[in-house]
């Protein structure tokens, strides 16, 4: 059974820095794209991040351009999210998720994690 956990998730400054990674398994997912979404409280889930199997393609949402890296360890079928320069408008759940297929920005994906908080205080 394919499943998708995130960890990393907690309070943090803003400023500050904090490490997400989504651990897949039960399935291929080496050969899938995977993303990172966030829902904040009371707005719609909203696209952060995504990469391709390869690597070889990244989207990211403007917000977080220049703050945000996406990156994965195919290996050990993991998924990164490095958050840098944190702000309170950073608070949400963030969730991973993955798909066959191209990296979208948008939320056509296949699986989904539980998702891991994160706040940020001013």
């Known amino acids: 059974q394919e499943q998708l956990v995130e960890s990393g998730g907690g309070l943090v400054q803003a400023g500050g820095s904090l490490r997400l990674s989504c651990a897949a398994s039960g399935g291929t997912f080496s050969s899938y794209s995977m993303g990172w979404f966030r829902q904040a409280p009371g707005k719609e889930r909203e696209f952060v991040a995504a990469?391709?199997?390869?690597?070889?393609?990244?989207n990211l949402a403007d917000s977080v351009k220049g703050r945000f890296t996406v990156s994965r360890d195919i290996a050990k079928n993991t998924l990164f999210l490095q958050m840098d320069a944190l702000e309170p408008e950073d608070t949400a759940v963030y969730y991973c998720?993955?798909?066959?297929?191209?990296?979208?920005?948008?939320?056509?994906?296949?699986?989904w994690g539980q998702g891991t908080r994160v706040t940020v205080s001013s």
């Open positions: 990469i391709s199997w390869s690597s070889t393609i990244i």
């Open positions: 998720a993955a798909r066959a297929g191209l990296p979208l920005g948008r939320g056509e994906y296949d699986y």
